[in-house]
Each structure stands twice: as structure tokens, then as C-alpha cells.
């Protein structure tokens, strides 16, 4: 995990992610401790990523034994509520459709 906020490429996918997750929380009437996206992603850059450089998510171990993975409880499942509340989740779309790509057996 860590690996992927040193690139400004990555770290702005994850930001779009984290904004449109934010929106769709906040349209839906969900809320959480965080205020805000910015509030959670100046958290995770100084405090939840920095220890996790060597980490392999789960979901890079299931593609990499192709296995299904769980991006429709995840990013699937954001832009699902997304929709419910007309909100635009396309970095959210986006990644769960390469996953599923993926996971087809296409890469």
C-alpha cells in the first residue's frame, strides 16, 4: 500500500476515490468522524499509509491468484449508492471495471 502515495499519479486517483466516496456518504445521509475527504486523506498520508509500504492487499493476492476479488463490496458498492443519489463516481467506476477486466482474465 504504502508504494502508492509516492506517485502524484496514484495519489490522485486515490484522492478522486476519496472525494466521490465522501459525496456519495454525505448525499446517502451517512456520515463519519472524518468532517471531510480532505480531513481523512491528511490523515491517511501522514498516519495510515506511512507503515504499510511492504503490504499486499488482499485484493492484489487474490488477482495474482486469480482469484474473484472484492471490489463489488468495495469500490463496486460505492458506485451502486452512488447511483441511488445521482451522484458521479467515474474514478470509482472506472477502477472497479479494470478489476473485473482483470479478473475475466483479460491482463
Same mark, same amino acid.
Given at each position: 500500500?504504502g508504494? !502508492?502515495?509516492? %506517485?502524484?499519479? $496514484?495519489?490522485?486517483?486515490? /484522492?478522486?476515490?476519496?472525494?466521490?466516496?465522501?459525496? $456519495?456518504?454525505?448525499? +446517502?445521509?451517512?456520515? $463519519?468522524?472524518?468532517?471531510? +475527504?480532505?480531513?481523512?486523506?491528511?490523515?491517511?498520508? %501522514?498516519?495510515?499509509?506511512?507503515? $504499510?509500504?511492504?503490504? @499486499?492487499?488482499?485484493? !492484489?493476492?487474490?488477482?495474482? #491468484?486469480? @482469484?474473484?476479488?472484492?471490489?463489488? #463490496?468495495?469500490?463496486? #458498492?460505492?458506485?451502486? !449508492? #452512488?447511483?441511488?443519489? /445521482?451522484?458521479?463516481?467515474?474514478?470509482?467506476?472506472?477502477?472497479? %471495471? !479494470?478489476?473485473?477486466?482483470?479478473?475475466g482474465?483479460?491482463?
Open positions: 500500500y508504494e !502508492l502515495g509516492k %506517485s502524484e499519479y $496514484t495519489k490522485g486517483i486515490m /484522492n478522486d476515490i476519496f472525494h466521490e466516496i465522501f459525496e $456519495t456518504m454525505h448525499k +446517502a445521509g451517512y456520515s $463519519t468522524h472524518y468532517q471531510s +475527504a480532505q480531513g481523512y486523506i491528511d490523515v491517511f498520508y %501522514s498516519k495510515l499509509l506511512p507503515s $504499510t509500504g511492504e503490504h @499486499r492487499s488482499s485484493m !492484489l493476492q487474490d488477482i495474482q #491468484a486469480k @482469484r474473484r476479488t472484492e471490489i463489488d #463490496a468495495l469500490n463496486g #458498492a460505492v458506485v451502486e !449508492l #452512488a447511483k441511488q443519489h /445521482n451522484v458521479k463516481t467515474p474514478v470509482n467506476e472506472v477502477i472497479t %471495471s !479494470l478489476i473485473k477486466f482483470i479478473e482474465g483479460y491482463l
